[in-house]
């Protein structure tokens, strides 16, 4: 049973560049999470993908856009590049009990974004 | 938005002894969740330990164990027998919401 797989691993990009990322979810699961993970950090939450659409949303700017395909499988999509931007992208995919308290995520091995 | 502190930026340990990492949060929520993780240097994170806001015992999972003090708002992780492969960043994340919100994370190194 494979888990969460994501493409590509590294990714290099210049300012104002376009980057579009992918996740496929752990076999079983529906739901798609998006971190960015800057060096020295925890994980930030970007958005939540369920049913194909956006679920929840952290505090990123609109540059940061997502789509969930009916196979379940996910991209994130970063428009405008900056230097900030430069971090671990992590997938996460679950399966949410509705109304429970419990979600326990499966993350991919994330991809490493250089923007220079 | 919820906040979760983990003060311990670095942490070192004998192998064989026990270990705890802390973590507190702040929520006016009723309910919620209480995960940590850990994240080795190949950056994969990997679950670890889950404690439920209305779980009257503390979760234990191997030689992973959550000291839940709800009053204090405290979700402390405690490691037993550390190994050297128990090297590795430890975050601490709340959920609520279809949403995680993450720690800064402890650095845990084992040693000889």
């Known amino acids: 049973d494979a888990g969460v797989t994501q493409s590509p691993t590294h990714l290099i990009k210049t300012r104002g560049q376009q980057v579009t990322l992918r996740c496929s979810p752990k076999s079983g699961h529906d739901t798609v999470s998006w971190y960015q993970q800057a060096l020295g950090q925890g994980p930030q939450f970007i958005f939540q993908y369920y049913e194909e659409e956006e679920r929840q949303r952290g505090n990123f700017p609109d540059r940061f856009s997502g789509h969930q395909f009916p196979n379940y499988s996910s991209e994130l999509n970063v428009n405008a590049l900056l230097l900030g931007d430069s971090a671990l992208y992590l997938c996460?995919?679950?399966?949410?009990?509705?109304?429970?308290?419990?979600?326990?995520?499966?993350f991919g091995p994330g991809t490493r974004l250089t923007v220079l | 938005a919820q906040k979760i502190t983990q003060t311990q930026p670095g942490m070192f340990v004998q192998e064989k002894e026990a270990v705890t990492l802390d973590c507190t949060y702040d929520?006016?929520?009723?309910?919620?969740?209480l995960f940590w993780y850990k994240q080795p240097s190949s950056g994969e994170m990997i679950f670890l330990i889950y404690q439920g806001s209305y779980d009257q015992q503390n979760a234990t999972e191997g030689r992973y164990s959550l000291n839940f003090q709800k009053a204090r708002k405290s979700a402390n992780l405690v490691i037993s027998a550390s190994q050297l492969g128990d090297s590795a960043m430890y975050f601490c994340?709340?959920?609520?919401?279809?949403?995680?919100?993450f720690g800064s994370g402890t650095k845990l190194n084992v040693k000889p």
């Open positions: 929520t006016s929520d009723p309910s919620y969740g």
């Open positions: 994340a709340y959920y609520n919401f279809n949403k995680f919100y």
């Open positions: 996460a995919s679950s399966l949410v009990i509705a109304g429970g308290l419990y979600n326990e995520q499966f």
